[in-house]
């Protein structure tokens, strides 16, 4: 009988593995807000409509036993679903928005629009100011040289007259009346002749006509609009008509005085004091 060391009979015996444990996977189900939405939605149908309306106004319905006792099936979702109560927006919905009056409307719209028209009115005036500002400053600097110019040419001129009887000889010349009139600060103060307004005349007649367009443009405009919103534009339409119609009455006032004056002659009158022709 062979002898068998005790390393050999180790390696002779069975190994035995450890049991592996085994693990159990739980699946837990995750709550689904869209799809509880949905049954909420398809529950609340068979309810009036007001109660969705109730419920978004007053969101603590839903937790109140004595409201909910009336709705079971309600108070059984609500209970199953407690995350409904947890965000009744998301749920339930915003509560309806009061309707806005429609006065209030057109005010909030004649606000805007005028918060527009200002601020274009005055970025107008701003540019208009600053290329007003620009040109003075050009004209005043041609003036300047202009004028030094002229006065050094006038002095250079009076410098070679020697005596003063030279000087009044030659002013007394079409030359030094002329040279006289050219100096840049007019020498005769004497009254202004009044000349025939013609140009304001038809400019006021041009102005009131543009306006009388215009405040019959807004007059039409109102009619086609509700009834709120156009009161400012029939307003203002009226406002546009009185002051044409003003600058037309002031341009055939303005005529028939300035005509009376003298100030404006007929055509026939001047042929008359034309010399013949020979």
Do not use: C
Not at 43 to 55: A, S
């Amino acid at each position: 009988m062979a002898l068998v060391s005790p390393a050999a009979r180790a390696q002779v015996r069975p190994r035995t593995e450890a049991p592996v444990p085994t693990q159990t996977i739980v699946n837990v189900e995750q709550p689904d807000a869209q799809r509880t939405r949905e049954e909420f939605s398809r529950l609340m149908e068979r309810y009036p409509p007001t109660l969705r309306g109730v419920l978004s106004m007053d969101p603590t319905l839903l937790g109140n036993q004595a409201f909910l006792a009336p709705y079971p099936s309600l108070a059984g979702f609500l209970n199953a679903h407690p995350e409904v109560m947890r965000n009744p927006a998301f749920f339930v919905g915003e509560p309806p928005r009061p309707p806005r009056d429609s006065a209030q409307v057109a005010v909030d719209l004649w606000r805007d629009v005028l918060a527009a028209v200002g601020v274009f009115a005055g970025f107008s005036l701003a540019i208009g100011l600053l290329v007003w500002l620009i040109q003075t400053m050009i004209d005043y600097r041609r003036w300047s040289r202009l004028a030094k110019v002229q006065t050094d040419v006038h002095t250079k001129l009076l410098d070679r007259f020697t005596a003063n009887e030279d000087l009044l000889a030659y002013i007394k010349t079409p030359a030094g009346s002329k040279f006289l009139e050219s100096t840049p600060i007019k020498l005769d103060a004497g009254p202004r002749s009044v000349g025939a307004p013609l140009s304001r005349i038809l400019w006021s007649v041009q102005g009131g006509l543009v306006l009388i367009a215009g405040g019959i443009g807004l007059e039409v405009v109102s009619w086609r609009i509700p009834f709120e919103a156009a009161q400012p534009l029939h307003a203002v339409g009226i406002l546009a008509l009185a002051i044409g119609i003003g600058f037309v009455v002031s341009a055939a006032i303005s005529y028939v005085i300035s005509q009376r004056l003298g100030l404006i002659e007929s055509s026939h009158v001047s042929s008359q004091t034309e010399p013949p022709a020979v």
